[in-house]
Every structure is written in structure tokens, then in C-alpha cells.
């Protein structure tokens, strides 16, 4: 067996206790590759939402200068718009590097020459503010060069405010078109800001939700692994204590798994625990729940199942897995056979109890002769 045999002393080291999120050298690494991984992913999306929104501003803005009879910077426009079709096709391929560089050129040179050409008050000079923000968040590597771009469009701002603010533009508007394209550019700043904090915060939040279902899945098995497990036992250890009626356990072992290991490989062996998960999800009704305990060793709860009941779903899946065909890459279909142990939780006693009694019931069903389902005696 994976584990031995714990007595009512030893308990506590059934069930692990809840602590922090990562409970050990392995699953500290697995989240960091996986928070490694999810930033990057988030703000390639993020830059793939910014082509967009941003496309479809300089659409207005396009509209906006033929509008004010500013030819040239319509023009402008229409490059603008196709840089951030660029800008979404090379975030879309994974070239985020390429993405980023050519939003933060777009966003500086458009905004220079606009201000340089129309006026400071005008307002185009707010949009170089949004770079900062977003290069803060951004996954580019090295830091140095996350700091150099918040740093040069830092300068960027203040030198443009100190040469331009009080500058006559050499292409003098009407005051009324000026102060249409202020507030336009106010009133979109601000909606651009709330779109980059929000759609930021979703990719956030999504890419936390698939840490934490990596955290609580074994990855060879997809099954729950054992911490997910342990939190579920002790909900449902809660529901008994308020009155519901009855808690089963089915602690299962493969047997011979190391022969398996040692005479076809690793390769097969992990092929016999993904059919073996397979066949134990389908023996599980909806309210069911089954995980990974360590090893070749997994634990099914079943809630509202009485000893009877939990006999039956142990003797379904001892036959399903002794009557399976296991296909590995490189060797003949083979069988495996699995003991199992089974312990209904009893009044006055805990999770942790009745698991050892069901451990207890499969070491004895090992020792007489495997591929049997043994019940455990009463506490």
C-alpha cells in the first residue's frame, strides 16, 4: 500500500491539516510555473483587447478630422488603425514583445504629433498616460525594461508639457472643434482606463480560478487530489455532525503496482492509474467524490451511503477494474486487480477514524489475498 496502516493515536496524519494554499516543495513549484505561465497569457490578452478598443477609437478619431477639415492627421488615423490591426494579429500569434513595442510607438508617436500640430489643448497628450499603467502590469522582461518605458514616457509627458502648453499650434482650430476634441479625449481616457482595469481584473481572476482547479487536481489523473479531497471530507463531516444520515469511505489500492513499474515501465504504470481514475469516476453517482490518495491508492466519500450501499459501489468497481483491458504504448493489454477497504463513519467518531478503520480493512484484505473488498469492523 502507498500508505500504512494509521492507528486512532496517529489520526492526525490522515487527513491533512489546512494551512496555507501550498503545502509542500512540489506544489510550490507546480504554482509558480503556473502564476509564470498565466501572466504572460493575460497580458497578451490584454494587448489583443487593446487593439481592439484602441482600433476602434482611432476609427472615431478618423471621422473626427475629416470632421475638422485636419486631413492630414485623418491620415494619421488611418495608419494608427492598421498599426493596431497589427497589434491584435501579432498578441493573437504570442508575439507580445512585438505587440507591446509597436502599441507604445503608436500611442507616443500619435499623441506628439497631434499636440504638436493641432495644440496642448486638444487633450491627445492624456493618452501617453495610459502606457504607464499598462507597462507596470506588463510581463516584459527583463524589469530594467519595464522601468526604462514607464521612465522614457515619463520624460516623453514632461518635455511635451514644457515646450507645447503654452506653444500656438501651427494648425489653429475653431475653439469649439478644440473643445470637442478635449472632452472627446477626456471622456474616452476615462473609458479606456475602465476598460483596462476591468478586462484586466477578468483575466486576473480567471487565470487565479484555473491555479487554484490546478492546485486541487492531480495532473496525471485529473482527479481531486488529496488536499482537495480533505476539504471535501470535512464538509461532509460537517453535514453528519448537523444530523445528516451517514458517511462512507472507500480507501482502494491497486495491487502489485510496483511489479507493473518495475517489469513494463513507468509509462504503463501511469497508464494504469489514468484507466483505473476512468473507471472510478464512472462508478461515482453526481453527489459522489473520488481523489487520488498518494501513490497507486484513492479514496472515494460517498454521502448519504450506508455500509450496504457502499459495499455494492466497492464491489462495482473491484469488478469493473479486474474485468479492464489497461492499453500501454509498447506491451499487450493487460488486467489489474485492486483491493478495497470500506468503514461507514460511526457516531462519536471522526474522519480521520473511519478512514483508518477502512486503511485497516484493505491491509487486511492484502494480506488475504488481494483483489477483494473488505469491510471494516465497528470501532
Not at 524589469?143 to 521612465?151: D, G
Not at 489523473?221 to 448537523?242: D, G, M
Not at 493487460?334 to 461507514?344: D, E, N, Q, S
Request: with cysteine.
Amino acid at each position: 500500500m502507498a500508505i500504512s496502516s494509521p492507528s486512532a493515536s496517529d489520526s492526525a496524519s490522515v487527513l491533512p491539516q489546512p494551512a496555507t494554499p501550498v503545502s509542500n516543495e512540489a506544489d510550490q513549484q507546480a504554482w509558480h510555473v503556473g502564476t509564470e505561465a498565466t501572466q504572460p497569457e493575460a497580458f497578451r490578452a490584454l494587448l489583443q483587447g487593446i487593439g481592439v478598443i484602441a482600433g476602434l477609437t482611432h476609427v472615431a478619431f478618423c471621422a473626427l478630422f475629416f470632421w475638422a477639415h485636419v486631413t492630414s492627421l485623418a491620415y494619421v488615423n488611418i495608419g494608427s488603425i492598421l498599426s493596431y490591426v497589427w497589434v491584435f494579429a501579432l498578441a493573437r500569434r504570442g508575439q507580445v514583445e512585438q505587440a507591446w513595442a509597436v502599441t507604445v510607438l503608436e500611442v507616443l508617436g500619435h499623441a506628439i504629433l497631434a499636440v504638436s500640430v493641432i495644440g496642448w489643448d486638444t487633450g491627445f497628450h492624456y493618452y501617453i498616460l495610459l502606457v504607464i499603467p499598462v507597462a507596470v502590469i506588463s510581463s516584459i522582461r527583463p524589469v530594467a525594461l519595464k522601468a526604462a518605458t514607464v521612465l522614457g514616457v515619463m520624460m516623453t509627458y514632461l518635455v511635451l508639457d514644457i515646450v507645447l502648453r503654452h506653444r500656438t499650434p501651427p494648425n489653429e482650430l475653431p475653439m469649439v472643434v478644440i473643445d470637442g476634441l478635449h472632452y472627446f479625449n477626456v471622456v474616452g481616457v476615462m473609458i479606456i482606463l475602465i476598460f483596462l482595469a476591468g478586462y484586466y481584473y477578468y483575466l486576473i481572476d480567471k487565470a487565479a480560478a484555473t491555479l487554484r482547479e490546478m492546485a486541487s487536481t492531480d495532473p496525471l489523473t485529473q482527479l481531486r487530489n488529496r488536499r482537495a479531497i480533505t476539504e471535501v471530507i470535512r464538509r461532509e463531516e460537517s453535514r453528519v455532525r448537523r444530523g445528516q444520515p451517514y458517511l462512507s469511505f472507500i480507501l482502494c489500492d491497486l495491487d502489485h503496482f510496483k511489479s507493473i513499474n518495475d517489469s513494463k515501465g513507468h509509462d504503463a504504470g501511469d497508464a494504469v492509474l489514468r484507466s483505473v481514475s476512468k473507471t472510478l469516476q464512472s462508478c461515482m453517482r453526481d453527489v459522489d467524490f473520488v481523489a487520488r490518495w498518494g501513490g497507486e491508492e484513492f479514496l472515494a466519500v460517498l454521502p448519504d451511503t450506508d455500509e450496504e450501499g457502499a459495499k455494492l459501489v466497492a464491489e462495482r468497481i473491484r469488478g469493473k477494474i479486474e474485468g479492464a483491458l489497461i492499453e500501454a504504448p509498447g506491451h499487450e493489454p493487460f488486467k489489474v486487480t485492486m483491493t478495497l477497504g470500506v468503514a461507514v463513519i460511526q457516531k462519536g467518531e471522526n474522519a480521520e477514524q473511519t478512514i483508518a478503520r477502512a486503511d485497516t480493512a484493505l491491509y487486511e484484505g492484502k494480506r488475504n489475498g488481494r483483489n477483494r473488498v473488505v469491510v471494516a469492523a465497528a470501532s
